[in-house]
């Protein structure tokens, strides 16, 4: 079974601040690992994801996030914040072996103050 | 990719009523999803629904609750039965493309907001 851990309900940062989003999965069998960012009224947009290969992962908006198997972590970094990227984002696992659902964690709301 | 729309985009039901929220998708899709997001929380499957199969539920949500209807590879609905006001969320649907082949990636579509009053 998989579970995601996300730690803190609401991050706050400065324009311009480092921004890191922590997220840390449980999976009895290798993982695929996923960020999903959503605004406002809107529904879930893929920011990145990891499958196999490298563990350091690219995303859209200039996010990243680094797998690391040993601390079981995947967080999502931005080395600095804009406004624009205020919104809810949820740290998602699901197995890879064949088809498995996504889990879920509970997000992580990021405020970004000019 | 997909564009996947939802409609309606809101609705306020009162209780006791019934609600069909439509999912459409851009291209033909084998696996969409349902979820539910209650007001702060996560996403919670709701249930899995293969063209021409039953749809599968989690644990915790039943048929005669959220009738799923998946007719074709790119239309489903999902019904949210004698509505309370527990029923008051986001109800998103989603697809996966390439189904087996891929990394169990999915889409989201901008999802129904609903109050239940």
């Known amino acids: 079974a998989q579970s995601v851990t996300q730690l803190g309900s609401h991050v706050s940062v400065s324009e311009g601040a480092l921004v890191l989003l922590r997220c840390n999965y449980s999976?009895?069998?290798?993982?695929?690992l996923f960020w999903y960012v959503q605004y406002p009224n809107q529904g879930l947009q893929l920011l990145l994801k990891?499958?196999?290969?490298?563990?350091l992962v690219k995303g859209i908006n200039g996010f990243e996030a680094e797998f690391k198997k040993s601390e079981t972590s995947f967080h999502l970094t931005k080395p600095s914040a804009h406004m624009s990227d205020a919104a809810e984002y949820f740290c998602?696992?699901?197995?890879?072996?064949?088809?498995?659902?996504?889990?879920f964690g509970t997000g992580t709301r990021l405020l970004v103050s000019p | 990719s997909a564009v996947i729309s939802q409609k309606p985009s809101r609705d306020i039901c009162q209780r006791g009523t019934s609600l069909t929220i439509q999912c459409q998708v851009d291209?033909?899709?084998?696996?969409m999803f349902w979820y539910r997001q209650q007001p702060g929380q996560s996403l919670t499957l709701i249930a899995t629904a293969n063209q021409g199969s039953e749809a599968t539920y989690e644990s915790g949500f039943v048929i005669d609750k959220f009738p799923i209807s998946r007719p074709n590879l790119t239309f489903s609905t999902l019904t949210v039965s004698n509505m309370s006001p527990e029923d008051s969320s986001i109800y998103l649907c989603?697809?996966?493309?390439?189904?087996?082949?891929?990394?169990?990636?999915?889409?989201f579509g901008p999802g129904t907001r609903l109050t239940v009053l």
């Open positions: 998602a696992v699901s197995a890879n072996t064949g088809f498995q659902k996504l889990v």
């Open positions: 999976s009895s069998v290798p993982p695929y």
């Open positions: 990891y499958t196999t290969g490298a563990t």
């Open positions: 989603s697809v996966e493309i390439g189904g087996r082949t891929t990394s169990n990636e999915q889409f």
């Open positions: 291209s033909q899709v084998t696996m």
